[in-house]
């Protein structure tokens, strides 16, 4: 059977991008390969704001994530944590070995840079994981004001996760000075999970130079080495990059301001049916992200229930909350290759089924 994604990762494929990742495979230390992988380069800096290459990685995003945590730390990271994914990279760096510590916030609430300030004013770090767009509660931290309090500690490293943000919303890497920006394909790249994208600022490179037991798949060093000769350290996976090379084409044929455009307007028009229908946003107010809407099940639908019904007589899958928001709250996805006509159809859809959803008891 077959239905539509609008969770929040992975999200709907086109049948272009699928096309174009069934040609044929070309070996990847061949010219042609280099061709392909320096052509990329120009569309993924202008998306990632840099001149800094934008090195590809077969794996999840996790895979950078973890590589990056390994590349850069060397005395200690401090990790800001305000949901699923920013909570997991505290464990995911203390798996490492690396002396790590929490700034902890509620699910739903923004990094808060005031408090960030005073943390890394205790000294001792040399290193700092942000997500900028908390997936699992839907909440958007305000990247420029967090970056211009890292500005003020030079020897910290900040490595920003953009995965559920990166081509949906202007991300301008080298003006904040971001370090490392990691980021992956399932998202509003809308292309089937892994692939992942890393982009090392000089310094950052300079300090994996100096850090031991960085391993081989996520080197920096090694990454940096065979993007001088339009390669990536080990085979990858070239269908991704093929459909990534469709992708990139489909973005420059849009424009990138007119897809920003389009993502901000399309979480709009999620977010105002939604509150229409009496759903509350889970993320504080001012912080809801723009890839995803995270509501509160205010009215006390059975979100199981929905989702059968979603699947079952309109071929659509909608989130039913994560981890422990999990019957709380529910996420819907307006990111990748939606239009405003397959956000009104999914609404209908919505508008339909919650019409025959039970809710449950008070
Ligand atoms: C999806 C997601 C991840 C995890 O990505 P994988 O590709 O599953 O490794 C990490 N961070 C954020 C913000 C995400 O949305």
């Known amino acids: 059977m077959s239905y539509k994604l609008f969770i929040p990762g992975p999200v709907a494929v086109s049948e272009k991008t699928f096309r174009a990742m069934t040609q044929p495979l070309i070996g990847h230390r061949s010219t042609d390969f280099v061709a392909l992988y320096n052509s990329l380069q120009p569309g993924l800096q202008a998306i990632a704001g840099t001149k800094d290459p934008v090195y590809l990685s077969t794996s999840s995003a996790w895979g950078v994530m973890e590589g990056s945590i390994r590349n850069v730390v060397k005395k200690k990271v401090l ?81 920003v996760d953009t995965v559920s943000s990166l081509s949906a919303q202007p991300i301008p890497k080298d003006e904040l000075r971001i370090d490392v920006l990691v980021s992956g394909s399932q998202k509003a790249f809308a292309l089937p999970p892994g692939l992942s994208f890393l982009s090392v600022s000089a310094r950052a490179l300079a300090r994996a130079a100096t850090v031991p037991d960085r391993g081989y798949y996520f080197d920096f060093v090694e990454f940096q080495k065979n993007h001088e000769n339009g390669m990536t350290p080990s085979t990858p996976s070239i269908a991704h990059i093929y459909g990534l090379q469709s992708q990139l084409g489909v973005f420059a044929a849009e424009g990138l301001e007119a897809r920003y ?31 995803l809407n995270c509501l509160a099940n205010t009215p006390g639908y059975d979100l199981p229930a929905l989702n059968k ?54």
């Open 309 to 362: 019904i979603l699947k079952a007589k309109h071929g659509l899958v909608i989130d039913g909350g994560y981890g422990k928001l999990k019957g709380t709250t529910l996420r819907i996805s307006n990111m990748g290759d939606e239009t405003d006509a397959t956000i009104a159809s999914l609404l209908a859809s919505l508008d339909a089924a919650l019409a025959e959803t039970p809710r449950l008891p008070a």
């Open 261 to 291: 455009a389009r993502h901000a307007r399309l979480n709009q028009t999620v977010r105002a049916w939604a509150l229409a229908k009496g759903f509350r946003l889970f993320p504080r107010e001012g912080y809801g992200s723009v890839t």
């Open 79 to 159: 990790c800001c944590m305000n949901g699923a994914f920013s909570d997991k990279w505290l464990d995911v760096a203390q798996r490492c070995g690396k002396p790590a510590a929490a700034l902890k916030f509620p699910w739903g609430q923004p990094v808060d840079p005031a408090a960030l300030r005073r943390e890394l004013e205790t000294g001792g770090y040399d290193a700092l994981t942000l997500i900028h767009n908390e997936t699992s509660c839907g909440c958007m931290s305000d990247l420029a004001a967090i970056m211009a309090v890292v500005r003020e500690f030079p020897e910290v490293i900040t490595i």
